[in-house]
């Protein structure tokens, strides 16, 4: 028997059509758990894959967001309407079964996670369809088996008021089949205030390019943010540049990377501008405040065999 499949936070915008979808493959009892709190009201149906359909579930807890498949196989779920979350029960077995996310559909998603589908492989080529999720907190994370990021997975997601996306933290934590990352994948996602663990134990993960966080000024954290990626060997001196508007000042005090690059063990190239201005101040209004490098390269044993030496720098006002 598989139980547990929990949908969290989405909204269906007024006269889409196009639907959200995932692939899973096995028989058995299959639920659908949204969360219960202030969210847009429940209003959705399924077409479970097998030509078995509920409609009008209109609650988080409604006894139709069940349904038992009696032949194994592989089925495709459907779901349409007003449906605020999605997230997966990581104690399920159904969390096994996921291998595809076919469409992100217009459901305009508040909240959604698929922590621990260790057999989902593909999430969909569409850009800006996440544009209303408030974080990203384990997003996919445990997915072992993710390859990639697709192009414009989070394009439109600034964020109004600013707890829209103020989190990625373990959002692709032990992604194991990740070995790259675009540029331009969170481009828009200037109210994420934490990248705390995001892509820790990516151990496929072998470079990184330049300007990845542009744009991420209200960000406090990027601590344990690429921890155990244990294959990168060099980075990049504009990773944490970020192109500041004369209107975005914003105190960044006590931002921290502690342990970002710690258990690195491949690392043998880190410019030594990476830290500097104006990497990490904004065209220099708001100078950076307390920041903590405590063990940001803990554990990194061949760049301190390379280097000879290693070193801890501290921001103090």
Known sequence: MVVGTILTNQ?????????????TTAAGNYTIKTLAGTLPAYNYDVDWGDGSYNVGINTYNHVNATHVYTIKGSYILNITGTMPAWSINATSNMKLL???????????????????????????????????????????????????IPYGTFFGSVGTPIIWASSMSNAFFNCQS????????????????????????????????????????RTTTWSNCFGGCSVMTALTAN????????????SIAQSSFEGTFASCGALITVPSEIFSSPQLDDLGVNKVKGTSFSGTFSYCSSWITYRTICFTIKYIV
């Open 178 to 217: 990740i070995r790259s990352i675009h540029s331009t994948t969170f481009r828009d996602c200037d109210n994420v205030l934490s990248f705390a663990g995001t892509f820790a134990g990516n151990v496929k993960l072998t470079n990184l390019p330049d300007l990845l966080f542009t744009n991420n000024w």
């Open 239 to 250: 990773l944490f540049y970020r192109a500041k508007q004369a209107t975005d000042y914003v």
């Open 11 to 23: 909204y269906h915008e007024y006269g889409a059509t196009q639907w959200f979808k995932f692939k």
């Open 98 to 148: 996921i291998t595809k996310v076919i469409s992100w559909g217009n459901v305009g998603l508040r909240k959604i996670d698929f922590y621990g589908c260790t057999a989902l492989t593909t999430l969909p080529d569409q850009q800006g369809k996440l544009a209303n999720v408030f974080n990203f907190i384990n997003f996919m994370s445990g997915c072992t088996s993710l390859v990639a």
